[in-house]
């Protein structure tokens, strides 16, 4: 079988940097227009002109001749403040990212309280840049299963309602209560949705054992929520749309003892998508997850 799709759009993608960054960008390049980059290196792009840089590495590293334009994201901490937001936009950034501190990997520095950044926020909705958000608590008394559940009752739901010019993007929805929260929201509220969460569930992180190369986070969640996610793409919900979170690693930092989040999948999103789309009986619905949803 062979599909054409329009040439389509990532709303979440990790590039890394230096041997790394050269090393995937022309896997995401030959696919994708554009794709919306995250700022979670170390240091983080939590400045304006830590951004114009990042932006300069990632053109220079491009193949030749390669038609693709990175969208730039702004690292939120608890020190960002609304100047920095107004000089961040005038750079070019496309949005903020907002990372609860300590929630996935290079979040270190990220926010502690979120109504400390209402300030931020309001900066953020005046300048016209959509808020970008991992939607996970971090609190220890908290189930790993449970936190995006509890970040989405307990933190972006009052968000939310306090900040109502605000575009607000939960990025790699995993749970049917993220599901359900983006369709009752606001027409400014939307969700973007992973090839891996829509094809696996928990049980594939122990198949035959433990499996590092599908541990990410979110984590992986039990069937009910992946078959939440495939509803909602399968109905062609115009606010759930495609964003890959590939993030790549040294196989050795996979491997080991303490391995870390993510998993790469640049280099084959599209057709790991289609898989799922298909499983779903929804390939007509593809196309627009993939090129329409996401710039509407």
């Known amino acids: 079988m062979q599909l054409t799709l329009t ?4 709303w979440h993608l990790h590039l890394r940097d230096g041997p790394m960054l050269a090393r995937v960008l022309p896997h995401t390049a030959a696919r994708f227009r554009r794709a919306v980059v995250m700022p979670n290196l170390k240091p983080p792009v939590a400045t304006a002109e830590a951004l114009r840089a990042y932006r300069a590495r990632i053109l220079a590293a491009l193949p030749p001749g390669a038609d693709f334009e990175p ?31 300590g929630a996935t990997t290079h979040s270190d520095a990220g926010v502690t309280d979120l109504r400390r950044l209402d300030p931020v926020l309001e900066a953020l909705a005046e300048h016209g840049l959509a808020l970008l958000v991992h939607g996970e608590v971090t609190d220890p008394d908290v189930d790993v299963f449970d936190r995006e559940a509890v970040f989405v009752e307990r933190e972006l739901a009052p968000l939310v309602e306090r900040h109502p010019r605000l575009r607000v993007v939960l990025e790699h929805v995993t749970t049917a209560e993220g599901v ?20 696996m569930n928990r049980n594939a992180l122990f198949e035959g054992g433990l499996r590092p190369h599908h541990y990410c986070l979110p984590v992986l969640k039990r069937e009910r929520h992946r078959r939440a996610l495939l509803e909602a793409v399968a109905e062609g919900h115009p606010r759930f749309f495609l964003g890959t979170d590939s993030a790549p690693h040294p196989a050795r930092a996979k491997e080991s003892a303490c391995g870390c989040a993510g998993i790469y ?7 790991l998508y289609a898989e799922a789309f298909e499983e779903a009986g929804a390939l007509d619905r593809l196309e627009a997850f993939a090129a329409f949803h996401g710039p509407d």
């Open 7 to 10: 040439r389509p759009d990532d």
């Open 71 to 101: 969208l730039m994201t702004l690292y939120l901490t608890d020190r960002t403040t609304p100047d920095e937001v107004a000089a961040a936009a005038a750079a070019g950034a496309f949005a903020a990212k907002l990372y609860p501190a």
């Open 180 to 199: 359900d929260f983006v369709r009752a929201a606001p027409p400014r509220v939307a969700a973007t949705v992973t090839a891996h969460h829509l094809l």
């Open 265 to 271: 999948t640049a280099h084959a999103a599209l057709e």
